[in-house]
């Protein structure tokens, strides 16, 4: 039998994985975007939040509901520190300069998204959930082998987890137009990029596919 990431998602053995969709970095007023003028925040990141709004949140709220449908793990990470000082988080992180406290606003999935009270949330102190948390072991407790991912920033920590999923031998579906980053060069540059490591499907494709399921 030939080895293929171009295998069909099974349920059964499937999680969709929601990266950073919190307040932090998906909400105007999260920590990332605080002390920026609103001439800055339009320059800086217009963009971003136009795209974000109008198509990548709908699309991960589609993602969000058809998963549940076809009776998938549903799980979510966001960036935020075990302490609310911070001095736990990832080197990276600290030299970076931001800290999302322990148990703080910025630290929650965002309303749109707003996790069922028995799906899995997993807070990290590093770009990689399976670096700075336990993702991996809960994932084959639960007998996952095939990863949905979806979430922010596509070239920083959706990056990160595709690597490292597809290294510890999860077959992964990324879903491109569930993912956002701040430009669309990056956008552009990312999904290419990061092609040789998993399957790559839009919303419309996913949903599709998990219909027939």
Not at 41 to 56: A, C, I, P, Q
Not at 58 to 80: D, F, K
Not at 129 to 136: A, Q
Request: negative net charge; hydrophobic residues 40%; glycine residues 6%.
């Amino acid at each position: 039998m030939a080895l293929s990431r171009e295998i069909p998602l099974d349920p059964k053995h499937t999680a969709l994985l929601f990266i950073d969709v919190q307040n932090f970095s998906a909400d105007r007023k999260g920590a990332e975007f605080a002390n920026l003028s609103d001439a800055e925040m339009t320059e800086k990141y217009g963009w971003y939040f136009d795209e974000l709004d109008n198509r990548v949140i709908p699309n991960m709220q589609r993602l969000q509901t058809a998963c549940r449908a076809a009776g998938l793990e549903v799980m979510y990470t966001t960036i935020e520190s075990l302490t609310l000082d911070g001095r736990d988080r990832s080197l990276d992180y600290k030299i970076t300069g931001f800290n999302v406290p322990k148990g703080s606003w910025d630290g929650k999935v965002i309303d749109a998204l707003k996790p069922d009270e028995d799906e899995i949330v997993l807070p990290k102190s590093s770009s990689s959930v399976f670096v700075s948390t336990h993702i991996d072991y809960v994932l084959r407790n639960l007998g996952v082998k095939q990863l949905v991912i979806s979430g922010l920033i596509t070239d920083q920590c959706v990056e990160s987890a595709i690597r490292d999923a597809c290294d510890l031998g999860y077959l992964v579906t990324q879903v491109t137009d569930a993912c956002l980053t701040y430009s669309p060069a990056r956008q552009e540059n990312s999904i290419s990029t990061i092609n040789g490591y998993c399957r790559q499907r839009t919303t419309d494709a996913l949903v599709a596919e998990l219909a027939k399921a």
